[in-house]
């Protein structure tokens, strides 16, 4: 009997030893176990008003100027009610405060559908978006990522 608990003894320290070695060895297929590397994110396409495809946005330094700015602190945007002017394109600057948080920046007509949509930016940092000319009229400014972030949109 003894002599099996010590056989089975140094089975199991043997497989243990082996165990380690698989995965402890640099580039050698063995047993190691990684997550999957994330996806990492695309940057949304906006929609023109013409339907065709326009960039969602370009980073810019800090204190980049724009002609509307829109920020996100706290999942919430920072500003509910924000002027545009209409019948000309117009550049949007977003500003994300929130570390490790998507937001991006919608804006949807009054039947509810997508005019603009800018690319999502995650954690701190701005981006600049390029917005199409837009009608005179009200529009809903949403995050599409937080349902909760809304806000209005007055182009004039």
């Known amino acids: ?9 140094a089975f199991i320290a043997l497989f243990a030893c ?7 060895s640099p580039g050698a297929a063995g047993w190691t176990f990684a997550p999957p590397p994330s996806p990492t994110p ?11 495809p326009a960039v969602g ?13 829109i920020s996100a602190l706290n999942i919430a945007f920072e500003q509910t009610s ?15 405060k929130d570390a490790s948080v998507p937001h991006d920046v919608w804006i949807k007509d009054a039947s509810g559908t997508a005019v603009f949509q800018g690319a999502i ?9 390029d917005v199409p ?10 995050c599409s990522v937080h349902a909760n972030m809304t806000g209005t949109l007055v182009a004039k």
Do not use: W
């Not at 009997?1 to 003894?9: D, H």
């Not at 082996?18 to 402890?24: D, R």
């Not at 930016?121 to 978006?129: D, N, S």
């Open 1 to 9: 009997m003894r002599l099996a608990r010590s056989s089975l003894a």
């Open 57 to 69: 946005g370009s980073t810019v330094p800090s204190g980049g100027t724009a002609d509307v700015t």
């Open 42 to 52: 695309t940057p949304a396409a906006s929609v023109a008003a013409s339907g065709s």
């Open 82 to 96: 924000v002027d545009a002017p209409a019948g000309k394109a117009f550049s949007l600057l977003f500003d994300n």
């Open 121 to 129: 930016i995650t954690g701190l940092g701005q981006t600049t978006y």
């Open 18 to 24: 082996l165990a380690l070695a698989g995965c402890a």
């Open 133 to 142: 000319s837009l009608a005179a009229g009200t529009y809903t400014f949403t």
